[in-house]
Structure formats: C-alpha cells, structure tokens
C-alpha cells in the first residue's frame, strides 16, 4: 500500500519569505509527527497530531513554525519569515495510534534557504 | 544536560563479520528504544524496538540488547552484507513522553566486500 508521501521534495527559497510543506500520511493512522533533520544533527522532534489536536508542540523553535492537520489526514507544515538557519530535511511520519507504535516516515522535503 | 550519543565516526566492516554499534544515553529515562536504518536522501525505517523491561531482542540477522544500568543499547548485524551499508539511528521514547522520538545523531556503516 501507498507509505507517507510528502511534498515538495526539494524548495529553494530566499530569506524572509514563507513556505508551506505538505504531509500525506498512511491512511487510518491517526497520529503523525514533523521531524527536522540538519547537516550532522540528529532528527529533531517539531509537533505531534493526535487526529486534528496537537497535543505536544514542545519542539517547533519559534512562533514562525506552525502547523495545521484538517480531516485527520493531510498535515501542512508552514515556515514564515524564513531565516537561512531554517535550511534541513523535514520528515514527516505517521502511526496507527501513536504511543509504541511504528514510525513510518516519508521520504522528506529539503528546504534551503538561500 | 540530556544526550544521545552514537559514533560519529563512520564504521567499516569486512562481509560476513558482525557489525556492532553503541548507542549510549544519559539523564533520560526511556520506555523503550527504537534502532531505524536510514539510506542518503530517504527517511529513516524502522527495525527494531526493545523496551525498559527487555534484555534482548532479535530479528533475523539482527540483535539488540538495551541495559537500563549502563544506559547503553547495542545493535548487533551478523553475516554482514555490502546491502547492509546505511545510516543506523537509535531513538528514544521517554516515560510520559508524549510518544515523541528523540534521535541520536546516528553511525554510518560500511560494508565491504
């Protein structure tokens, strides 16, 4: 069956401007997670879906990061004001239920921010 | 502070010898742990997941032992294979944690033939 899928894979854009990153998740699966991946980092925890709630936002680093999930499907991921410190992979992942339950990530979108 | 730590060096392993990666924490107090493999320009996928109460786990050619006393996880690949070659990540799951993962920075495996 289809995994996560996201988009775009690669965005290229100029300092200050907003982007928007799209999360297509398993489908069924209720919980899904934003990760940000930088150069010699460890993946980076941002925010955590239950269905349409967010119950942990502890890891977006500041009020340009938000992020929305509408019909307990997609998620969008929306950077505003870009900073070139913005650049890395974001990955998305999703689980059936949450808790102990398997990751399954998408394949990413790279953003650089020039 | 808190950390995850795995070698940063990369490492290189002959075809068929074991393949064994350290994966060591400290001031956390994980429910469990998860071993992903991630290959270049993909999204890391699961192999693994030990928890607090368990020892050791395994899953064909592959082994993890988790000792909460030590704070280490070790992750073990027998008859190691040129296709095993990939980024290895460790993650933790805390107790309350909210099901968020968090990553070590991962070790990178070689195998050679």
């Known amino acids: 069956g289809a995994g996560v899928s996201q988009s775009p894979s690669n965005k290229v854009t100029e300092k200050g401007k907003d982007v928007e990153l799209r999360c297509d998740p398993i489908s069924g699966h209720t919980a899904l997670y934003w990760y940000r991946q930088s150069l010699g980092q460890g993946l980076e925890f941002l925010i955590y879906?239950?269905?349409?709630?967010?119950?942990?936002k502890s890891g977006l680093p500041s009020d340009r990061f938000s992020a929305e999930r509408t019909g307990g499907s997609v998620s969008t991921l929306t950077i505003q004001r870009t900073q070139q410190e913005d650049s890395a992979v974001y990955l998305c992942?999703?689980?059936?239920?949450?808790?102990?339950?398997?990751?399954?990530f998408g394949p990413g979108t790279r953003l650089t921010v020039l | 502070s808190q950390k995850i730590e795995q070698n940063s060096e990369a490492l290189n392993i002959q075809e068929g010898k074991t393949a064994t990666l350290t994966c060591n924490y400290t001031?956390?107090?994980?429910?469990?742990l998860q071993w992903y493999r991630q290959d270049p320009g993909r999204g890391p996928v699961f192999l693994l997941l030990i928890r607090e109460n368990e020892k050791e786990k395994r899953k064909e050619r592959l082994k993890v032992t988790f000792d909460t006393t030590l704070k280490q996880s070790l992750f073990h690949i027998t008859a190691s294979q040129p296709a095993d070659s990939a980024t290895y990540l460790c993650?933790?799951?805390?107790?309350?944690?909210?099901?968020?993962?968090?990553f070590g920075t991962g070790t990178q495996l070689k195998v050679e033939l």
């Open positions: 001031n956390y107090s994980p429910a469990y």
């Open positions: 993650a933790l799951e805390l107790t309350g944690g909210g099901n968020k993962l968090t």
């Open positions: 879906f239950q269905g349409n709630s967010a119950p942990d």
């Open positions: 992942a999703s689980s059936l239920t949450g808790g102990s339950d398997t990751q399954y």
